[in-house]
T-cell receptor, first 115, second 117 residues
């Protein structure tokens, strides 16, 4: 059973470009979470999605950031008009059901560098 | 809002020794989970151990065990017989159990642990 897949692993963008980060949850998992890790810091929650629904986006910046988890295909985190401060590692996690008793399994992360 | 504090930015210990990493948290909730995650140089997040707040018994996973003090809101991780492969960043994390579906992990800032040969 493959783990959580994220691609690309490394992404370089120039200021003003768009970044698209993809996350394929583990098989049978319908809950996806996105976290951001700035250098030398812990992970910060961004958004929690179920299939076709955003459940909690309280950690998402109000502008330029959006996330989706369509019925078919991976979850996408989109960052429009990237700025240098967006440079970070972005982690996706998935769980089978609402967490608590069910572990959030993390992907390897996408390291975004904005030039 | 919940907060998680790890007061030890860095620690080092000789191989085979025991080391304890500290974590405190702040919450007004009664039902929650606590976790320790390991992040080696590969940056993969790996779950080390989990504790349910309603369980008084401390969780144990092989060489890893926790000291959970609910009243003091303390959740320390003890690594026994430390091995070189234990070298990593260790993050303490808190998960509130919500009826509204907010299942977000709140992480501490991490402790960088180095095992010295």
């Amino acid at each position: 059973n493959a783990g959580v897949m994220q691609n690309p692993r490394h992404l370089v963008r120039r200021r003003g470009q768009e970044a698209r980060l993809r996350c394929s949850p583990m098989k049978g998992h319908s809950h996806v979470y996105w976290y951001r890790q700035l250098p030398e810091e812990g992970l910060k929650f961004m958004v929690y999605l179920q299939k076709e629904n955003i459940i909690d986006e309280s950690g998402m910046p109000k502008e330029r950031f959006s996330a989706e988890f369509p019925k078919e295909g991976p979850s996408i985190l989109r960052i429009q008009q990237v700025v240098r401060g967006d440079s970070a590692a972005y982690f996706c996690a998935s769980s089978r059901t609402r967490t608590g008793a069910n572990e959030q399994f993390f992907g390897p992360g996408t390291r975004l560098t904005v030039l | 809002a919940q907060t998680v504090t790890q007061s030890q930015p860095e620690m080092s210990v000789q191989e085979a020794e025991t080391v304890t990493l500290s974590c405190t948290y702040d919450t007004s909730e009664n039902n929650y989970y606590l976790f320790w995650y390991k992040q080696p140089p590969s940056r993969q997040m790996i779950l080390v151990i989990r504790q349910e707040a309603y369980k008084q018994q401390n969780a144990t996973e092989n060489r890893f065990s926790v000291n959970f003090q609910k009243a003091a809101k303390s959740f320390s991780l003890k690594i026994s017989d430390s091995q070189l492969g234990d070298t990593a960043m260790y993050f303490c994390a808190f998960l509130e159990i919500s009826n509204f579906g907010n299942e977000k992990l709140t992480f501490g800032t991490g402790t960088r642990l180095t095992i010295i040969p």
